[in-house]
Structures are given as C-alpha cells and as structure tokens.
C-alpha cells in the first residue's frame, strides 16, 4: 500500500490561508440557525499517555528532526487575549484568525517550548496542521444553506447532489453547523472505497455475457428490439480502455476525478484503466461491438466513465456523482465498489450524494451488495442508501446457486438489503492492455452491472413506447418480478434473480396514470424476518419495509388480519424507495398462538404489492433485556449476529429479548428490566489503508444526557449490561505496534461511579483462557470456569468481583454493582463467553459452562423481585442465611443441594422489617450448594454459596482410651447396681 502523504504547510502559507477565511474569525458570533441538530463525524486524536500532545504530531516531531514546529493548539474555551499573551511570553508565532467556536489557532515555535505550551491555562491538546476533507451534505430539496460555504477558501459544492466540501483543519465542523441547516458534517479525508471483486482460483470457467443474458432473460428485450439504445449509463470505477473493440461508438465521454484536490495522493487525469475493474465492469453494463462478438446487457447503450481509482476517496465519488447526474444527466449509475468494513448506521455524504442522484436527478443509481457473506448477516456493503438497488451475486454456471460470500443483510439501519441477485461468478467481460481480449473476474462487482444493463433496457423500452420513467418504475419492476433461488430469505437473497423480461411485461400489464405506469413492490415479501416468526409474549422488535413504487405521493401500507393488534405502522414517507417502520409489540398478555395478516401497499385505492405477515406468539415469564446497538458498529453484535445462539436460548427459556435502536437518553430503556450494550465504542483507524495508524476514532461515545439517563435508570432499580473486549495490540509491518479494541476510558466515565474500573491493559493473548470465579456469586451456580479475551477489571467500594483472571488475583473478568434500589451494573470484559462458539462451549473443547454463566447473568439481571445478601454464618454445622428484601414480591425460597446430591428446600423466616433468615444444618461432610431465592421460583431473583463441610472425627492419642475405659467401668457399676436393687426387690 501506499503512505499517506501528510500536507506540510509553513506558518507564513498558513497565516495567507486562514487570511482568506472571513468566516472563521476570532472575534466572530454565529447563530445557530439549524433547524435540526447534524450528524456531525470529526477526525479524533489519540493520546494515550494523556501528556495533551497528539501521539502522531509527537512521532512527526521526532521523524523530522527539525528544530521548529507548526502546531494547531486546541483550548478548553473560546481563546483570549490572556492566552494571546501567554503564547508571546513563551516566544510562540500564532495566527491571528481561530475556529472551532474560537477555540483553535495555528501556532508555530521552538520544539523545547512544547512542554510549557502544554502547560498553559485552558490548553487541551497540541495536534497537527492538516488540511482536511469536511463535507457537508443535506438530505432534501432545498439546497440553498450551502452557498454560505463558498465564503470558505477551499470550498467546493456540488448543487446536483446537495453536497459540499470544505477544505481546512479539523474542528470547523462547528463553525459549519452555527451557518447552515445540514443533514452530515463529516471529515471523510480518510474514508476509502475498494472494487468488490474477489480473487477466484482459475477453475477454467468462463461464463459470458450472452449466457448471463439468458439468465437474467435480458435476450427477451434484445428480441423485442430493447437494446439500450439512446440511454446514457454512468459507471464509476477505475476507467476504461476505451480503445478495445468492444467499446467502438460506446465510450461518449470520460473524466478522471483522481486529483489531489480530491484527496489522492497525485494526479492522474487520463481516463486509462491500469486495474481492469472498470473495463470489465462497463463491458457487462454495456459493451457492444458491430461484429457481435462482445456482448453487454445493453449493448447499444451510451457508455459514460467516471474515473475515481482504486481506493477511491469519497470526495472523488462525490465530485463523480455530481458530474454524471448533474452534468452529463446519465438515466443509469453503475457503482461496484463498497467500503472493508461494510455499512454503518446513519447516512455519510456519499449516501445522500447518490440519494439526491436519484430522488433529483431522477437517475437508477445501482451497486454492488459486497463479497463479505461468509463472515454472517450485516455484511452488506456501503453505501447503504435505501434510495439505491443493492445487487448480489449467483453462480450461473449450472442451476443458479448463491455465491457463498455474496453480502447479506440487514444494513447497519436494519433496513432491508439486497434488493436482488444478478451472476458475479467467473463473468468473462473486456479486459485492459489489448483491443480485442477478454478476462474472468468474479464478485458482486461483476453482478452490478448486470442490474444497470437491465436498468438501461427497461429504460429504452418504456421510452419507445412513449411512458414516462423513473427510477422507482425502474426498481420496482425489477423487484416485484424477481424469483427466489433460496426460497424466503431475504436478507440473502432480497426478492431474487432478476427477470427483466417479466419485468418488461409487469410494466406493459400495469394501470397507466398520467402517462407513468403504476408499479410498486416491497421488500421483503415475508414478514416479520425469518427470525421473529416466533415471538414471545413482550417481546418487541423493530422491522423495515422497502416499499417501491413509480409514484411519490399517496402511498400506505395497510395491515389486516388478526395480527393486526400487535403491529404499528408508520407512514410511507414520499419518495420513489420509502422505508416504512413496522414496529411488532406483542403484549405480555397476549394468548399463545399462530396469527397471520397482510400488509397491502397501495397508491391511493390501488393495490401494488403485497407483504405476507405470519407471527407465532410463544409464552414468556414477562422479564426483558433491550439490545440497544446504538454504541456499536460490530456488524455482527445484533440479536441474530455473533450472539445468535445466546439470545436464542435466553428466548427458549422463557426470557425476552428485543432488540431496538435508540439514544440512551430517549426514554425507551425504562420499558426494559436490563439494557445490554455490546462491544461499545470502538477504536476505529481510518488511515488504516495508506499504512497511516496515528488517527484514532471512537464510535458514538455517549453523551453526557445519556450517561445521566443510564444513572438514574440504574437508580430507578434498572440493570445495565455491558460486554466488550478491552484493549488489544497488533503489529503492522513496516508501521509498528498499535492499540485496537474498546476505548475503556470512555466507559469507565460512566462505571468507575460504580467502582468498577476497566484496565487498559493490552490483550496480548492468542487463544481464550479459562477462568472461574471468585467469591461464590449467582453468575457463578453450575459454573466452573467461562471462555476469556480480553481486558481486566479493578473494583472497589460496592463493587463485587464475579470472577478472577488467575486464581487468586484481584483482576476480574466480570464485575457486578448492586444500588439500593436494587438496579444493577454488569460488565463482562470479553465478548467470546457469549459468542457463537463460546455459548456452543467449544473454545476450550467442552471445558467450560458459558451457556448456563449467559442464562445466570440475564436472570439476575432482570429480575422483577430482588434481594440482597446480609449475611452467611457457620456455626459448627449450622449454616445462617440472612438477606435483605429490596422490592418486588416479598417470598423467599430456594433450596440447598447436599454432597449426595438430595435438594432441600430453605425454609425462611422474617426476623425483623425486610430482613429474612433461613438456616440449615449440615450433616455429612462435603460440599453443600446453596440457591436463596426471592420472587418467583426459578425466574426471580437468587443468589448462590458454597460451604465445604467437615464433619467431626474423634480425637486421636491415649485421651479416648482412659475415657473409654472410665466409661466402661461406669456402665459397669451401673448395671450392677441395678441387678443389685433387683435382686432386693
């Protein structure tokens, strides 16, 4: 890979920059005119050492050798004249100009002065002097809050996409918010996009474009005479040998947007394609030659390149984008590329950019689902704009079969994804560095294109026959009429393999209104997901409908049937692809049960598609756990992701789980008995890909509102579960040792109130360890020993130590909390006890117990009625249990298992006002098991104790011997005494 070149400026260049920025002025007041707060995403600096200096401005300070240094200093508060003064004093040169609300300047000075400059009042950290990429994106029609960025030196904007860019130092993300209303403020400068295509072991296969035609049944349109001709097809790639035969007349214009203005690292402004990506990829969409010989999907089409490179940067797709739809006015975009780390909840800029291409432009954007499959659900590519069509792939070569590493869904919004499948296996298209071969390539890249040829062919057809297009016609066609290849799985396969000739004829069939065909289809065709088909009393879950259709406007989606109770559905908003909202909330009360309904998308009176809803309602003893993925970005860390087989045995047993999306601080966690909140705040490196690991983000640190909410829902008798891994390291060739994992300081902002204090100690492990328990504690009955990777925790005060990560030591794995009230803190400091392999227990080959540490962990912390230990007394072999009542239902109850194994029940008494008593006598030796509960039997609230029991033995030595001839003597006499007085009788 390449290194990231690192822009260098000296002050007098920086001085002449921040001089021709009017906005960003010291002494400048904003209002705050947004209408709504913006998604805003800053580049974060790391100091680990906490010695307020940026870990890479520090190594560039030591790699440079130079005496002076240029800094950006970041205060605590809006910079003073004070501050001014001190800086002089300290013979530091600065800027007269700041941002970030004031809080920032430019600096520059002897390399000896750093430690007094960190020093200074109000000085928060010294970072580097970058030029970043900030865009700025609006979701809407209204596009006009982004003319005030033009007084930014730098800035660009791109009014056919409602994008913007804005050239300058990290931190003026602020500033941008307080002048405009705004959907996204992001500093993408480091957010990348790789081709999805895969290496394929040659196998001698190759599949063209004539057979995959057939497949998709596009040879019907070429029959028909739909062939493309007149339609302009946009494809962003890695540009295109526009002198291969099979483009002759194709190739009407090309731009290459690979320009350090960019954000590459040169210029490149040919339209050459040194990869083969590109060529082979507009090949499928839309190659042609006069003799035949090279076949695209639509062959006649209009071939427009969009060179972005590889990687390509997200100002590059952008500024793509923007001249495709907005300038060259393209009916299709094909875009194969996707980003290594899949979908992420919310909307980036390159979303909204396609989203507008779409809903303004009226342009077919399409793209490629990703080759990420194999690794589970939630693997589905960005970007994840529901605007678009995502394509998997299908291995044609016989009977259609899914290829095994095509992307699944949902995506990191839990919207429906992909829409279709189209062939990506062993595809021979155009290749590079010759006029007339061909090459194999395999990857949802390849099916893409298949769907923008078909895209192009639906477009010619409605044209020829005088309809009017749009590019929810186009989808909706394409949806309703694809076919299953694996039966009801959506999140696989969405609603299928294309059939652009079934689609054709749905269109022909359609009612005409105004000129536009009247089509629609929703995704999925089953609902809830295969997974929620059997939902337990309580038990809620959050679903999306992509609801497609040729008209904006008037749309619903309306329920029948008797699962109609349970089910609340929001409006479709108006656009061409909207994402409805179903929310199923069975009532705790609700009769165990099969239900069925139908959900019906109409337009008006007119019905477009239909949803089948079938729903089993099982009984569930009404304790519940919230999933809250807000904190997360794992993909996999959903209810069906990497903890599949924990939260579907906490279902089985009567418990519910449901998983929902929300700030913490929203109210929707004091519907629930416990919040869990999987693998939080991760450390991200988004210069990863140029080898650069200095820049370090946290995802979705919580805010203070929400931490405050979380305090007082545990105050409130709430529980709140937390699981994640710590601090690891990993070494990077040619780079060096780098931190990865959790960002332990911000959770232990919010636990260390607790006494719970994670360590930052590095994870240098290989393997999951073993490790048991400390003191007895309920997360511990029928457990020996649970799977561990990853970090420690230190308590103190109240704070209980679950377990040990050697025997004897201080260091936890798991730490509990315990309020007055009863709410409860949990944090387990490794994900692998309850992942899919650690909960089936085969980490350590069968040498731990995780499952019943998992279904401990969830009883206890959601149980309804709770107690706490008071006290546990052993007097010779009578054992004293004594506990607090909290709240709940006052019943105690449990039992004591013997070292024979018989069970008896405890018996309690109430010895004082909420103070409860049971004891025990203890009569053989060995291990006695103890399971105080309080509440309802097996479900509520309990605890666990062992005691080892010794039973007496007689004494040893001559003592014994003298007694029991003493005795001896005395029985003696004392049977002769009765004989005696007998006899006298």
Known sequence: MKHGKIL??????????????PVILSNAEFSNVAATEPIVYKKTTFDLNGDKIDDKLLRDITRSGSLFVDAVLFYDQKISSSDRIRLDQLGVTFSEETWDLGRRVVVSFNKDRLDLITSLPGVSLVTTTEIRHIMVAIDGEDFSDLAVLEQFEGSEIFWGVGCAVVRYYSGVESDIAKVGSYTVIADTTDQRFYPDVVDETDIGVGINTVHTAGTINASSMWSLGYDGAGVKVGVIDTGINDAHIGFEGRVIDAESFVTVANGYDSDDLTTTDFDGHGTHTSGIAGAGDAAGSYVGIAKECSLYMAKVGSPATTLGV???????????????????????????????PIEIAFAQAVRNKGVTCVTSAGNEGDQGFYTVGAPGHDDMIHVGGIDDSGTPVLMYYSSRGPTGDNHMKPDVLAPGYQIVSLNIGTTTGVTTKSGTSMAAPHVAGAAALLIDACQTAGYGVNPGL?????????????????????????????????ILNAGLRDGLKLVGACNP??????????????????????????YKTNLSLELSGDVAPFVTIASPPSVWTSVVKVTYDVPVDATVGSYTGTL??????????????????????????????????????????????????????????????????SGLIDNYD?????????????????????????????????????TNYVADGGSVFLCFNGHSEEDIAGYGTILTGTNVTAINDWTSQYGINVQ??????????????????????????????????????????????????????????????????????????????????????????????????????TAHSRMERNDINVTDSLMTLRYDFINGTETFGGYVEDPDGYQESLVWTEISTDLWEATYTMTIGGTYEFYPECGEAGIDDFDYYLHEFTTPTPPNGIGPIVVAIITGFGLAGYVLVQKIGKKQN
């Open 600 to 665: 019906t998308f109409k337009y008006e009176t007119e019905i477009l598609d239909t949803v089948d809803v079938v729903l089993d309602v099982a009984a569930s003893n009404g304790h519940n756990m919230l999933l809250n993925f807000k904190t997360t970005d794992w993909g996999v860390d959903h209810l069906y992701g990497q903890y599949m087989y924990f939260t579907e045995d906490i279902l089985d047993n009567g418990w519910v789980v449901s998983e929902q999306l929300a700030d913490l601080d």
């Open 8 to 21: 260098s400026i000296s002050l007098l260049s920086l001085f002449l920059f921040s001089a021709a920025m």
């Open 674 to 710: 416990m919040v869990w909140l999987p693998d939080p705040f991760s450390l991200d490196f988004p210069n990863a890909y140029m080898d650069d690991f200095s820049v370090v983000t946290t995802y979705n640190e919580w805010t203070t509102s929400e931490k405050t909410a979380l």
């Open 474 to 506: 186009i989808k909706a066609a394409l949806l309703n009429t694809a076919v299953p290849v694996l039966g009801t799985n959506s999140l696989i396969e969405g609603r299928g393999l294309i059939n652009v000739g079934a689609a054709w004829t749905y």
């Open 318 to 348: 952008v500024a793509a984008i923007q001249w495709l739809a907005n300038v060259k006015q393209v009916k299709v975009i094909n875009f194969s590329y996707g980003t290594d780390s899949g979908d992420s909840p919310g909307w980036d």
């Open 760 to 861: 930052p100690t590095i994870w240098t492990g290989v393997a999951t360890i073993l490790v048991g328990g400390a003191d007895p504690h309920p997360f511990m009955a029928g457990v020996e020993n649970i799977d561990h990777w990853g970090t420690s925790i230190l308590v103190s005060g109240d704070a209980v130590q679950v377990t040990e990560l050697t025997a004897g030591s201080s260091h936890a794995t798991c730490a509990t909390y315990q309020h007055d009230s009863g709410g409860r803190v949990i944090v387990l400091t490794t994900n692998f006890c309850l992942d899919s392999a650690g909960y089936k227990n085969t980490y350590n080959f069968g040498g731990t117990q995780n499952d019943q540490f998992g279904r401990n962990l969830v009883r206890w912390g």
């Open 525 to 550: 065709a089953i609902s809830p997901l295969h997974w929620w088909s059997t939902m337990h009393q309580g038990e809620v879950t959050e679903q999306y409908i992509s609801c497609i259709s040729s």
